[in-house]
């Protein structure tokens, strides 16, 4: 099945890269704010942070919840930047609906279960949101697409795939495999599909974003969704993989342009 897909019309999405950056868990208003406005005075447009956190196992920060909504409509109303958040639950889409969030995205856990996707795809049925999904934790090029095709079937054009790698056992210098082959598929099978890779879950430490983003511009990846943070080192969660905002901008100066596409 082809995907029918509009253009995802965000700020700053048709430059290369459009950037997508902000912590991993929104943790507290101050950190939230102050990440924030150094991201949109560095000419970010377009912020994450994660409100409901799905951790690996029980004990972590799990995230606040509703409680940080309006922390995030606060960055949109102080900043100007579109905010965007993980949703994993129908009641998820219901709450970020109310509280205006711009943008949301899938993860790699909910991207591999196909009653947790159809719940969702119901849940969004006659919404017009930006919805970025990422790829199942398990290479399964398949079932990332049958993710998105399940929200396209109940309305979604505007939809983008986010590239974070997979799940590995072995030891391994990649917190997720790349598999690059897997991001380069699904161009050739959804040309039209924007592509943005996540290379703060793929590398698991903070020097690998660099070489990884350099990497997913040679392929031709449309954008990039890095972990930001304010004071990295103290993150509630991922804090080996977090930037600070000067250290997002260094990365980005540097990279390498060139045209070409996967
Ligand atoms: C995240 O973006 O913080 C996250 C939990 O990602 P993933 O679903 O890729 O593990
Ligand atoms: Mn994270």
Known sequence: MDLSLIPLNIKGCGLRPFVIAGPCSAETEEQVMSTARQLASLGCN??????WKPRTKPGGFEGHGEKALP?????KEETGMS???????????????????DI?????????????????????????????????VNPDLELWI????RLNQAGIKRLAAIHRGFSSYDNKIYRNAPMWQIPIELRR?????????????????????????????DLGFDGLIVETHCS???AWSDAAQQVTPDGLYNIL??????????
């Open 71 to 75: 922390w995030l409509k606060r960055v």
């Open 232 to 234: 990295p080192n103290e």
């Open 253 to 262: 100066s540097q990279l390498t342009i060139r045209d070409g596409h996967i």
């Open 146 to 149: 049958g993710a998105m095709e």
């Open 189 to 217: 099978r959804i040309p039209e599909l924007p592509i943005i890779c996540d290379p703060s879950h793929i590398g698991g430490r903070r020097n690998l974003i660099a070489p990884l983003s350099q990497q997913a511009m």
């Open 104 to 136: 949301i995205w899938i993860g790699a856990r909910t991207s591999a279960n196909p009653f947790a996707m159809q719940a969702l795809a119901d849940s969004l049925s006659g919404v017009d949101i930006p919805v970025l999904v990422k790829n199942p």
């Open 83 to 101: 905010v965007a958040t993980e949703v994993a639950t129908p009641e998820h889409v219901e709450l970020v609906l109310e509280y205006g969030i």
């Open 46 to 51: 377009v912020y994450r942070a994660g409100v």
